[in-house]
């Protein structure tokens, strides 16, 4: 099983301003890395997959960056609506597919 | 529009049995793999089965092989996960996603999920 694992767990960050969320993998997934955006009582949504490619209808502010077992997701400046949950997933191993825990974005 | 929408869920006892449907509309079914994602409350997402366009692959996590069992009805446009033997830790929010992306079979694949639907909510207790 790969393991995913996310950092910081939280993360508070003003409005305007720049936040950076990492995920790690416990062994290569190449670039089969994906994040999703989860607000309160909604289904997750695809922002960047590939690792670094925008999903349909995604802003520019969301960038990816990363491959083998280190990524991170960069969001320029943050929106209201941009506080939420975020989780990394890994796709390279299709017979068990893996999520990190997620990282909470706050307001600060 | 693309849309899926779960129904089924519900209060169950453990040791029980439900099944999970999910209608999908606004794209061509049967030329996507789809999936069962599930979030126990306040947690995590967690996999539990994907599916092949025809139904010929099938694959799920560790701790539901045995129990669960996922199926799809491509004239129907629809998605089913039969749970059995129920759990209180399969207590969850059920999620049926699309898998971007087109054929492709076993480690060959390499898709992320680009539409979800809403979820069901599912709780095993007595």
């Known amino acids: 099983e790969i393991v995913m694992t996310q950092s910081p767990a939280t993360l508070s960050v003003s409005p305007g301003e720049r936040a950076t969320l990492s995920c790690r993998a416990s062994?290569?997934?190449?670039?089969?890395l994906a994040w999703y955006q989860q607000k309160p009582g909604q289904a997750p949504r695809l922002l960047i997959y590939?690792?670094?490619t925008r999903g349909t209808g995604i802003p520019a502010r969301f960038s990816g960056s990363g491959s083998g077992t280190e990524f991170t997701l960069t969001i320029s400046s943050l929106q209201s609506e941009d506080f939420a949950v975020y989780y990394c997933?890994?796709?390279?191993?299709?017979?068990?597919?893996?999520f990190g825990p997620g990282t909470k974005l706050d307001i600060k | 529009e693309v849309q899926l929408v779960e129904s089924g869920g519900g209060l169950v006892q453990p040791g029980g049995s439900l099944r999970l449907s999910c209608a999908v509309s606004?794209?061509?079914?049967?030329?996507?793999?789809m999936s069962w994602v599930r979030q126990a409350p306040g947690k995590g997402l967690e996999w539990v089965a994907n599916?092949?366009?025809?139904?010929?692959?099938?694959y799920f996590v560790d701790s539901v092989k045995g129990r669960f069992t996922i199926s799809r009805d491509n004239a129907k446009n629809s998605l089913y996960l039969q749970m059995n033997n129920l759990r209180a830790e399969d207590t969850a929010v059920y999620y049926c996603?699309?898998?971007?992306?087109?054929?492709?079979?076993?480690?060959?694949?390499?898709?992320?999920?680009?539409?979800w639907g809403q979820g069901t909510l599912v709780t095993v207790s007595s």
């Open positions: 996603a699309r898998v971007r992306g087109g054929y492709c079979s076993g480690d060959s694949c390499h898709h992320p999920f680009d539409y």
């Open positions: 599916i092949k366009q025809d139904g010929s692959e099938k």
């Open positions: 997933q890994q796709y390279n191993n299709w017979l068990l597919i893996t």
């Open positions: 590939g690792a670094s």
């Open positions: 062994q290569s997934v190449g670039t089969n």
């Open positions: 606004g794209f061509t079914f049967d030329n996507y793999w």
